[in-house]
């Protein structure tokens, strides 16, 4: 059992640019992710990964995570808040609280916390309360990279439920989710509530604590590795740019991946809408990808892409896009018209090429009237050059 630990303030940043990119355009902003761990870093107090083995088998275990839309919005002003009825922030650590009122509701004590999915802010927070709470965080996830919905979780693909589940924000409001009709309809409530949670400020975390599993269910649910896989992803980038080599080759080597695509962001469109952000980027090549252009559809994460308007590499396979200088990962939240990226793709984790998987997370989940091409077989098809 190798157990990872994060005890410097570049191992933070390494690990939360790591985590971007694996967040494939969603999974929470690397800026509130930076503030989870480095306090405890700066403090002295080395962050433990423990891989999922270490767990006994009868310990409790649980996610928390935040949900709601990743659109840009305004922040209202005190007093705006105050005619809504809000006041001030109230509850410091929302992600703390959802999990120490699962455990009064249950009565069971929580002994790790597993993050739901790979993102600067979705494994971030979770590890920050795990700190706080003074158990275990977890090298690994039930994503293996972001996703949109409580249902594309591994545990929900093999019929476990959210539920019973805590909700709590920083504005007091406290909720208990006894049961829900389905886990589909675990997702509309949650996403309603963030956006309740969020109206006021975007920054607002909206925690669920759920999927309350015993250790040897989660053994066999769980994707494991991700967290300190991300970690190395990220120092693979950092050390590319000190030599001065590509950081986008760097990174997709280390995410055994691709880079099918380079070129400048010409247009993104989006909405929010349903607690989700909705949009498409265009992005129009440059050097080798000159005259070609890149679509990627999102539902907070990356999903669909057509090269030159065919079908290219879609969910559940990974999409990540990266600053082409930099190395930076980028979320849809902060992407914009006019940035140089590079457009990296990887192949999903095996538990999701099956056909439960796929029906919860391939194009024609989201709508699409396309059939899910592996990417390798989609780079091996001549669509990629």
Known sequence: MSHTWIRTEQDVKDLIRGLTLMGTGGGGRPDLG??????HVQSGKPIELTPPEAIPDDAWTCSVFGMGSIAPQRTLSPSERRELGYGDWIIPKPMVEAVRELESYTGYRIEAIVPFELGAGNTTAPADAALRLGVKIIDGDYAGRAIPELAQTTPALRGHTFEPGAICDPWGNVLI??????LPVAERLGKMISIVTKLPDIKAPCAHAGFLLKGREMKNLI???GVSRSLEIGRRI????EKGEDPSAAAAEAMSGWVIFRGRVSRKEWESREGYMFGTTTIDGIGPHQGKTLKIWFKNENHVTWLDEKPFVTSPDLIAVMDLESGEPYTNTVLEEGMSVAVLAAAADEKYRRPEGLALLSPRYFGFALDYIPIENSLGSGLFF
């Open 34 to 39: 930076m503030e989870y761990l480095l306090p």
């Open 177 to 182: 989710l006894k049961k829900a009709a389905s």
């Open 223 to 225: 994707i494991p590795g």
């Open 238 to 241: 950092r050390r590319a740019l």
